[in-house]
């Protein structure tokens, strides 16, 4: 999979190159750029924001940098026939596991990261008309640009790519995957400060595990979620 992002503050992806992220990019399994927003930026200073038209609080993204940056990246020789443009936004559609999985079997992704009030919306509506292009909000509250909700959504993709995670198991009984919360984990001592392991688990009787894990599963999302289980 190919992933561009697009930032006024690259470095807040420098940490991809650490753990499962360095290792899905050492592995060829993952194609990640970081492009510089002022880089296209039409002005000696590099400026990238402006004073909302019509008037109000705070700065607005100027489209001329973004429209000839997502240009170029779109026009490269080396970019896919059809990339997902991804602006995270918490005026988006919430990211969740199933997305995440959806996003996997993409060839090519950009992510846009705003800051300020975000782009100019004639961005929006120009990739939306010429291509594929989505609002994506982590959940219901408000960071201060789309470099953190980047990075969670890239980690939550990355690993869903064949060959990422050592035993794909570990991957089907995890949180979320199943529509429930995971079931808790234990490992030795069977007793650690007077607290004894479930003896369930030491019983070597796996049906009986599997149906105590279930259980757990569904009461941890009921008492948690209960939204999740009504789904
Ligand atoms: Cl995706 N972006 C920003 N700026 N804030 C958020 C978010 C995204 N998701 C939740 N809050």
Redesign the pocket.
Known sequence: MRIDIVSIFPAYFDTLEISLLGKAKDRGLLDLRVHDLRDAAHDKHRTVDDTPTGGGAGMVMKPEPWGTMLDEILEAPDSSDDPLIIF???A?EVFNQKMARELSGEQQLIFGC?RYEGPDQRIFDEYVERGRLKL????D??????EV?SLAMIEAIARLLPGMVGNPESLVEESHEDGLLEYPSYTKPAVWRGREVPPVLLSGNHAAIAKWRKEQSIERTRRVRPDLLAE
């Open positions: 995270p936004s918490p988006g705003g994506v909000s982590l959940g509250y408000v960071l201060n640009g789309g909700a």
